[in-house]
């Protein structure tokens, strides 16, 4: 797969999420194939090698109204900012004893009760506990490294409060993160939106592209946690989807996993140079 800009005269290797204007020609070959999706809701066109070389054109046809059409204009613009420049960015050298990594939630907003997520060695136990405004709310000891839902057994949360979580291990510095459950009816109008974000109500965009939508709109709204579930899920469907990696990678930036940004970036880099 390979660009040419207008400005340009020489063909290169795509970016993931890379921006196209009139009068740039997008080429495949072989069984390779891009999305291209046009700013306005006004659909998608796939470029193969049946259709190479693809000039860009601006679309005849008037964007269709309503709400949906006017939430998808807004989050293909968001995507066309997502857009990065990758490099390889060396990664640290991992000890062979890895240190405990507080992974989700790491701030944000929550649809429910938290399901409090780490990395680390086996061979640990961890401690978690669970603040609120007035303090100490939960605690749980000797836990294998493994995600753990909030019990319903515990203390209720409050929608709306700022809450902070701990996680301990020995010989280890303990690390926070912070989150907040939204209210009732906040859920609901997400909801609401997540169902017109669905493939099968926008029957012309390919699901990846709706992915990349629904994700976009979670990390405007701050829910973190759900964007990165909803990536996660679309990687272990799709691994060898470039802009899924991408933005994973925005995800873990914005939650300051640098480490784990760095990894997803490097790896839509070397996705996007195999299809050329």
């Given amino acids: 797969m390979q660009v040419r800009l207008a400005a340009e005269s020489d063909w290169k290797a795509p970016l993931p999420l890379l921006s196209l204007r009139p009068g740039d020609q997008v080429r495949a070959t072989g069984n390779a194939a891009a999305v291209l999706m046009f700013t306005g809701g006004q659909g998608t066109v796939t470029v193969s090698a049946a259709n190479s070389p693809y000039a860009v054109q601006t679309p005849t046809a008037g964007a269709p109204r309503g709400r949906t059409s006017e939430l998808v ?27 405990p990594l507080l992974l989700s939630p790491r701030g944000g907003k929550l649809l429910g009760p938290p399901i409090l997520e780490w990395g680390g060695s086996d061979r640990l136990r961890y401690t978690v506990r669970v603040f609120g405004p007035q303090g100490k709310v939960w605690e749980q000891a000797n836990l294998p490294r493994t995600p753990l839902p909030y019990p319903a057994s515990a203390p209720p949360l409050a929608p709306g409060l700022a809450y902070r979580w701990e996680l301990e291990a020995k010989d280890f510095a303990a690390q926070q993160g912070q989150f907040m459950l939204l209210p009732a ?92």
């Fill in 185 to 276: 009816a906040e859920i609901a109008l997400i909801r609401e939106t997540l169902t017109s974000l669905d493939p099968s109500a926008l029957t012309g965009y390919p699901k990846n592209t709706v992915i990349l939508m629904r994700a976009g709109y979670l990390l405007e709204q701050g829910l973190y946690v759900e964007a990165r579930r909803e990536l996660l899920a679309a990687i272990a469907a799709d691994r060898d989807e470039p802009s899924l990696h991408l933005m994973l990678g925005h995800v873990y930036e914005q939650t300051a996993l640098t480490e784990l940004a760095a990894e997803e970036f490097d790896e839509a880099e070397f996705l996007a140079s195999r299809t050329n």
């Fill in 73 to 99: 204009a807004n989050l293909s613009g968001f995507l066309m900012g997502k857009k990065k420049d990758l490099s390889y960015v060396p990664l640290a050298t991992r000890s062979v004893k890895q240190p």
